[in-house]
């Protein structure tokens, strides 16, 4: 245990060294956030509200996905692919102790960082007055951290296609537009109709994006979150399973000279 802290630990001092990346993702993040709020609101004009949403809960929703979208980024799927590349795979599999808990113990390292500017700004959007919301409950924190854990097992399975792709970062484009569709940062997916989002809403871009958001403003019904909490954790044995059978089959190819 003490050595997946220490690689925890590593992680965040490495990421908090290099300040300006986290500065500057957040930067476009929040001109893009900018953007998408004062479409919305122009759409807004003459109109009370639109589906089910006021102004200021569309306001709401969309700050948070924005931000919410920060943490759910792909990053970490690409660093499988950098060790495969430089060859360094073999100096990390040859060490005494597990490589998916030692990923997951960097990608935590990564993730703390994100979640911790991501809570300030809330606070500060908050005491602005820019958007209003309740304290989620202790279901929408397990549903929130279950679907944390199933973007580690989704991206790690998106990770192991380096075995076989000579080029991963065409996959982050596809990424950030699936989250950006079906994951509802451009529009709440309940502005669909119900018939299509009976099928997005249980999709892992979903539950990383608009089920996410919905739990934390408190807009779901309890049944409706133990739904959502079987549907992640369904996926994450699902996904759980294909990791395991792609990293056997991935070691089979790997040579180990990098490329």
Do not use: H
């Not at 122009?42 to 931000?67: F, H, K, P, Q, R």
């Not at 499988?80 to 430089?86: Q, V």
């Not at 807009?219 to 954790?233: H, K, P, R, V, Y």
Request: glycine share 6%; charged share 10%.
């Amino acid at each position: 245990m003490n050595k997946y802290l220490y690689v925890f630990r590593n992680e965040i001092l490495l990421n908090l060294t290099y300040k300006g990346n986290i500065i500057s993702s957040f930067i476009v993040q929040i001109i893009q956030m900018i953007t998408t709020v004062f479409v919305w609101r122009a759409l807004y004009s003459g109109e009370n509200d639109i589906g089910n949403y006021n102004i200021s809960e569309m306001t709401t929703y969309l700050i948070l996905t924005s931000l919410l979208s920060v943490i759910f980024s792909p990053n970490s799927a690409f660093r499988l692919s950098n060790l495969i590349s430089s060859g360094k795979l073999s100096i990390v599999l040859i060490r005494p102790y597990s490589y998916f808990f030692e990923s997951f113990s960097v990608f935590l390292g990564q993730k703390v960082v994100q979640i911790c500017v991501v809570f300030i700004m809330i606070i500060c959007f908050f005491l602005l007055g820019l958007f209003q919301f309740s304290f989620p409950n202790i279901v929408s924190i397990l549903l929130v951290l279950t679907n944390f854990i199933l973007l580690f097992i989704f991206l790690s399975v998106m990770g192991e296609l380096s075995f076989w792709l000579i080029e991963m970062w065409p996959l982050r484009p596809i990424y950030n537009g699936l989250l950006s569709l079906f994951g509802g940062v451009m529009f709440p997916l309940d502005l669909l109709p119900e018939s299509i989002l009976n099928i997005i809403q249980f999709t892992p871009f979903s539950l990383f994006g608009y089920v996410n958001t919905k739990a934390i403003m408190g807009e779901l019904s309890t049944d409706a979150m133990f739904n959502f909490l079987i549907a992640s954790m369904l996926w994450i044995i699902f996904f759980q399973i294909i990791y395991i059978i792609l990293w056997k089959k991935g070691l089979k190819k790997y040579e180990g000279v990098g490329i």
